[in-house]
């Protein structure tokens, strides 16, 4: 049997968070934007028409307004990142990494408006965070799961190292999807799964920003870039983060149910007859899957009725269920099939900034 190279990418060296980390020593954004206050509350928003879009100058022109810079502060400093306006009531998707740390979080608008933010809900797992202001903010349609492919046109709207630079954008292709990034920080390994990789340029300050098609549709969060190769972007796609906007939009919440282990598609270990299922690499301690006795070498193939082909369809499946959901796991390991019951849990956030990543104080 040859051997297979792991897709998963190791990049412990090379990966780089793109949001902006500076000393806040000074006011960001121009003198000439225009504070909103937390009286002026406005929740008239409405989805930006995106039919019809005729060029890239028409596709960007409508798309603006639904991004946002961001700057997280902490004391002397902040982060600098973006975000994307996806649901009426000014819910923003953005990136864990931007956010984790700010104690203000303030928005910088295309139309020269300025305004805070409330955090909603976060998950470092998947480097993913909604936020939520008391103003107006147009919100762009996301696309339908999977409705991407290797080849297509995308546009990316970002804050590339200053807010002094918010709403620039690249454009660029899809150079592939499904990619998972392993990535370590000081609790151990944690991996992005199923990430759309493209060549449209990204620099600190894009993180949390979105990636559109052609037809002015979200498909993706950007969230990392290799330092040490050109054109090599990744975005968190829709699938992902789908589930998630369906529910903030019922409760007007989120908790992230949790189950404690970590791994990748199985295929790509090709473990005897099996070509499906996420193959578990590794469980954390004091876990659910701990408690139910889940190994390295296990793979799950089905979380109740619903098959597990890939790693992200064990993430999507976890965002769809609740804290406190109890549901079956078939397991295979050998020869051996077996179904067990696993109790969620809340997600612990037992993150920080990946070691491998290098945000740097200017």
């Avoid at 910088?108 to 470092?124: E, I």
């Avoid at 919100?139 to 409705?147: I, K, Q, R």
């Avoid at 098609?213 to 054109?231: L, P």
Wanted: glycine fraction near 8%; aromatic fraction near 8%; hydrophobic fraction near 35%.
């Amino acid at each position: 049997m040859r051997k297979r190279m792991f897709i998963i990418v190791l990049f412990f060296l090379c990966i780089f968070l793109v949001s902006g980390c500076f000393e806040n020593s000074t006011n960001p954004g121009s003198n000439s934007t225009r504070r909103q206050t937390n009286s002026e509350k406005n929740f008239n928003s409405t989805q930006i028409d995106i039919s019809g879009i005729k060029s890239y100058q028409d596709l960007v022109s409508r798309c603006k307004p639904a991004v946002v810079g961001i700057a997280a502060l902490s004391g002397r400093y902040q982060s600098i990142g973006t975000g994307v306006c996806i649901k009426k009531g000014a819910y923003i998707l953005t990136n864990n990494h931007v956010i984790e740390n700010g104690n203000v979080i303030n928005l910088y608008l295309s139309d020269g408006r300025t305004a805070n933010a409330s955090l909603v809900w976060k998950d470092p797992s998947s480097d993913l965070a909604m936020i939520k202001s008391n103003i107006d903010i147009p919100y762009l349609p996301v696309a339908e799961s999977g409705d991407y492919q290797s080849g297509d046109e995308v546009v990316a709207i970002g804050t590339p190292l200053d807010l002094a630079f918010k709403h620039s954008v690249t454009k660029g292709i899809i150079s592939a999807v499904n990619r998972t990034i392993s990535v370590d920080n000081d609790f151990g390994e944690t991996a992005l799964y199923n990430l759309i990789q493209h060549d449209a340029s990204i620099n600190p300050g894009n993180s949390g920003g979105p990636l559109i098609n052609m037809n002015g549709q979200v498909i993706g969060i950007n969230t990392v870039k290799v330092t040490d190769a050109e054109g090599m972007g990744f975005a968190i796609p829709v699938d992902t983060f789908k589930p998630v906007i369906e529910k903030v939009s019922q409760t007007g919440s989120f908790e992230t149910a949790y189950m404690g282990v970590f791994g990748y598609d199985n295929q790509l270990k090709n473990i005897g007859k099996i070509s499906n299922g996420f193959y578990i690499e590794s469980v954390a301690k004091n876990s659910p899957a701990e408690k139910i006795g889940l190994k390295k070498g296990d793979i799950i193939t089905k979380i109740n009725d619903i098959d597990i082909n890939f790693a992200k369809d064990l993430k999507t499946q976890l965002y769809i269920h609740s804290v406190n959901d109890i549901v079956s796991l078939t397991i295979k390991n050998g020869l051996d099939t077996r179904v067990v019951q696993i109790k969620l849990e809340k997600h612990p956030y037992s993150y920080s900034k990946p070691k491998a990543i290098s945000i740097k104080s200017v």
